[in-house]
């Protein structure tokens, strides 16, 4: 366990100044600087797959540009409009329970486990990784390894290497125990986004939000269960995915924030394939939320194609909204496509699509609906909850600024239908397929749901509390009334 603390703790540094310049003094600090160096250590995997080299020597490269950058840009004194950090007791708080949910269930790294996946896919990438430039690219080569998905992201197999360089390949568990600091640093992430829900609240609904971050911690071991905590990197993208969804459509528009959910969703591209498809889909949606789309242009066509005359308007501003929207999606997702880009230009690609499946699509279609479905049992419970919480406290949500709970569900739906494709129109058996893939491709689904009721749990407390306030406020003249009025 020490040396699984050495390899965090050296995936943290490189990632702590950013994340400092970031998210400041809150709690989210603690977890997102792992994430970063996690992130650093795949843009150099990507770096000695396209370039050559080691990965130890393009990290230590990426993680100097990195913070020599972040210095500079403090020297320069550019900073983030950072909200205001919370009081250092309610970070405090925070962070003690958010690290208590996450340290109950990282207790099993004690039985060192690992997966088959783990085995077969993540630890024998890792291995590739950190044998250099030359054993990476004709490893994922090797038609041998086809059965391991050579196509999938870096993210995983470069924090494995980077642990292998600082102590070597003799405990080979080290690699999928590093998988599962990860997975909790992300779900920590998403805990730290629940929390700051009641950030700048009343005190009973800052501590309710706090339960309530700590809660999805453990939920989201629970949704995940052994593939939590046995080397598998589907919590890890999922959960990362879950707090970009937090930070960037829920949470109230800044820059902190967006920012903290572009690293969620670069996490969860260069993590698998199911997370780079999803976490394109978010960057779309935010840059929606941030950058929103105007009917002007459809008003000016309509008035054009009745003949009315219209002040004509410069083409610069439009083109620049629609640049920022895309650079709002490709700079974060950028090393995710460059590493994809990669792959197919060296003719690698997965078995899932590699030959037609001879099973029908509509017997495919009717055994993944069902297969999915069996793991959304949360979906229904959701449903009503959105359904009740529009209809009683849509206007407490939006003075909170909080984002609409559709953008919420459009990312739900749009992984569901991606991995729903998938299955539809893949080459595996379906029924084997589902078997022993769709408790794990519907993670994602899962935790955002779950923590969508956690949302509108906060702020029902916060309207319950708001309520009690008032009651209490105008029953005092009542009972003085009631007591013939004041006493000299």
């Given at each position: ?49 396209g370039v050559g080299g080691s990965l130890l020597a393009w990290y230590v490269a990426v993680a100097v540009i990195a913070n020599v950058a972040v210095v500079a840009l403090w020297l320069a004194r550019v900073r983030f409009p950072a909200p205001a950090d919370p009081p250092w007791e309610w970070s405090i708080l925070t962070l003690a329970v958010v690290l208590v ?118 939920v989201g071991f629970a949704v995940a269960g052994q593939f939590g905590v046995n080397g598998y990197t589907d919590l890890l993208w999922a959960a990362a995915a879950v707090g970009a969804v937090i930070w960037g459509l829920v949470l109230p528009r800044g820059t902190q924030a967006l920012v903290i959910a572009w690293i969620c969703a670069a996490v969860a591209t ?219």
């Amino acid at each position: 366990m020490t040396e699984l603390l050495v390899v965090i703790a050296g995936l943290g540094a490189p990632g702590f100044l950013l994340a400092l310049a970031v998210a400041g003094a809150s709690p989210v600090l603690v977890f997102l600087a792992p994430l970063i160096g996690a992130g650093l250590a795949a843009v150099a995997a990507v770096l000695e797959l396209g370039v050559g080299g080691s990965l130890l020597a393009w990290y230590v490269a990426v993680a100097v540009i990195a913070n020599v950058a972040v210095v500079a840009l403090w020297l320069a004194r550019v900073r983030f409009p950072a909200p205001a950090d919370p009081p250092w007791e309610w970070s405090i708080l925070t962070l003690a329970v958010v690290l208590v949910a996450l340290i109950i269930p990282l207790r099993a790294l004690r039985a060192e486990l690992i997966g088959w996946d783990a085995n077969s896919i993540w630890l024998t990438h890792a291995l590739m990784v950190s044998g250099g430039h030359h054993a990476l690219v004709s490893g994922l080569k090797n038609p041998v390894y086809l059965f391991s998905n050579p196509d999938y992201p870096p993210l995983v197999p470069a924090a494995g290497g980077l642990a292998f360089a600082l102590f070597g390949r003799g405990d080979l568990h080290i690699a999928p125990g590093t998988t599962v600091l990860l997975n909790a640093c992300a779900l920590g992430v998403v805990g730290a986004g629940i929390a700051a829900l009641g950030s700048g609240r009343r005190q009973l609904t800052r501590l309710g939000a706090i339960a309530a971050g700590g809660a999805i911690c453990l939920v989201g071991f629970a949704v995940a269960g052994q593939f939590g905590v046995n080397g598998y990197t589907d919590l890890l993208w999922a959960a990362a995915a879950v707090g970009a969804v937090i930070w960037g459509l829920v949470l109230p528009r800044g820059t902190q924030a967006l920012v903290i959910a572009w690293i969620c969703a670069a996490v969860a591209t260069l993590t698998k394939n199911e997370g780079l498809t999803t976490g394109l889909a978010l960057l779309v949606l935010i840059a929606l939320r941030y950058r929103p789309l105007t009917l002007s242009w459809v008003r000016r066509l309509r008035r054009r194609s009745e003949g009315r005359r219209f002040p004509d308007v410069a083409a610069w501003p439009v083109a620049r909204e629609w640049a920022e929207r895309a650079g709002f999606v490709v700079v974060p997702a950028l090393p995710g496509l460059v590493w994809a880009g990669l792959i197919h230009r060296l003719g690698i690609s997965d078995r899932f699509f590699e030959s037609p499946s001879s099973e029908t699509l509509v017997l495919r279609a009717h055994a993944t609906i069902d297969g999915m479905a069996a793991q959304l049992a949360v979906a229904p419970v959701a449903a009503a909850v959105l359904v009740a919480g529009c209809c009683l406290l849509r206007r407490d949500r939006e003075r909170a600024r909080f984002g609409n709970p559709a953008w919420l569900w459009l990312a739900c739906l749009a992984s569901l239908l991606t991995i729903f494709a998938t299955y539809v129109f893949g080459g595996y058996e379906i029924y084997g397929w589902l078997t022993y893939s769709v408790n794990r491709t519907t993670i994602f689904a899962q935790l955002l749901l779950y923590a969508e009721l956690a949302i509108w749990l906060v702020i029902a407390l916060d309207t319950a509390f708001a309520d009690d306030r008032v009651q209490q406020r105008n029953a005092t003249p009542s009972a003085v009334s009631a007591a013939g009025g004041p006493r000299s």
